[in-house]
């Protein structure tokens, strides 16, 4: 603005405020990237009747330079108001991919239901003892072994399972439960929430067993006959068993 003060020096007191003001409309009117210095022209043109003197071409041209200055300032703060939005943009991106890998990190956070086992009978296979094919997998303990739930979630059943013995369901979420069978000792209540890894019961080989294991079961529902292949199952959830 120092230009303009220094362009309208000669000129009369209401020349030099209808100059600003036409000035500013033309500024205004014309937006950042138009060719200023015509507008101008034409603004000056019409408000020389008074001192026709005071406002040489010259003078025309300065102002058109300074309101070409105006407007790289304004381009500048347009400028400015974009980057700034595309930061802000990108941070939300950002966020959003880091709360996506939190969540994913969440999902994956199973543990396998006990430490030191030898596997035993697998998922789906066919025996004398069971009356339709093995509904899940054995990890072969010793009686007494510390059980975990494999995941946080929600006690649904603990209690005599018939076949499994004295047998824990646990919902992690509406698709996904897990089975915990032949326990000798039950340490949770219908109706608890369990935390991933913490222990909710002892092995043991109650029910239809013919040795102390952990029948473990991850299943779609709460029930028999919804079992997954819980290997496989655990390896998608990060675990290797
Ligand atoms: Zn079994």
């Known amino acids: 603005m120092t230009q303009h003060t220094t362009t309208f020096r000669g000129a009369s007191k209401s020349t030099r405020r209808s100059m600003r003001t036409r000035a500013a409309i033309v500024a205004a009117g014309m937006g ?16 020389t009747s008074t001192s026709s003197d005071a406002l040489s071409a010259a003078s025309a041209h300065s102002l058109s330079g300074a309101l070409r200055d105006q407007a790289g300032d304004q381009q500048k703060a347009a400028d400015a108001k974009v980057k700034a939005a595309a930061d802000a943009k990108e941070r939300a991106v950002k966020k ?11 999902v994956k956070s199973w543990v396998k239901p006990v430490n030191k086992y030898s596997l035993g009978s697998t998922f789906g296979i066919g025996g004398s003892h069971w009356s339709h094919k093995h509904s899940g997998q054995d990890f072969v303990v010793p009686e007494g072994t510390s059980v975990k739930a494999a995941h946080g979630g929600t006690v649904v059943d ?22 915990y069978g032949h326990l000798s000792k039950l340490d949770v209540k219908v109706g608890q929430k369990v935390a991933t ?16 294991h952990l029948h473990f079961e991850t299943r779609k529902t709460a029930v028999y006959g919804s079992g997954v292949e819980p290997v496989k199952f655990m390896k998608a959830h990060g675990v290797g068993v």
């Open 32 to 47: 950042a990237s138009v060719a200023l210095g015509a507008g101008v022209a034409l603004a000056a043109d019409t408000s």
């Open 96 to 106: 959003a991919a880091s709360d996506r890998s939190k969540r994913a990190e969440l």
């Open 158 to 179: 603990a209690g005599w399972g018939g076949a499994y013995g004295n047998n824990i369901v646990i919902k992690h979420d509406g698709h996904t439960f897990t089975q």
């Open 197 to 212: 890894g913490q222990d909710i019961a002892k092995s043991g080989s109650t029910g239809n067993s013919t040795g102390p």
